[in-house]
Nanobody
Framework: QVQLVESGGGLVQAGGSLRLSCAAS????????MGWFRQAPGKEREFVAV???????SHADSVKGQFIISRDNAKNTVYLQMNSLKPEDTAVYYC???????????????WGQGTQVTVSS
């Protein structure tokens, strides 16, 4: 059983940056692909980025060049660096873990509780 805890969310002005962290425990972190998803008010949860077990990455077109996913296996942590934030990036951000990298949320077995990111204009 893998437990995931996100942190780093908060209120930021448009154009600012935040780095989200997701700490994992209860499993062998390096054997999991890690994904970030987000859910804005009134919208469905959507894919943001994923990093595979070998470090390969994929980002949603909406955040490509703006967000960067990375992982530190020594710290059992995955990060999401978010730059040039816009009000439309406001959402609850979730990390998730699965054996295989996927953009489809229903593939993921383990989820964190989410962290709120609010971008003011």
């Amino acid at each position: 059983q893998v437990q995931l805890v996100e942190s780093g969310g908060g209120l930021v002005q448009a154009g600012g940056s935040l780095r989200l962290s997701c700490a994992a425990s209860g499993g062998t972190f390096s054997s999991y692909a890690m994904g970030w998803f987000r859910q804005a008010p009134g919208k469905e949860r959507e894919f943001v980025a994923v990093i595979g077990r070998t470090g390969s990455t994929s980002h949603a077109d909406s955040v490509k060049g703006q967000f960067i996913i990375s992982r530190d296996n020594a710290k059992n942590t995955v990060y999401l660096q978010m730059n040039s934030l816009k009000p439309e990036d406001t959402a609850v951000y979730y990390c998730a873990a699965d054996r295989y990298a996927s953009r489809w949320q229903y593939e993921y077995d383990y989820w964190g509780q989410g962290t709120q990111v609010t971008v003011s204009s």
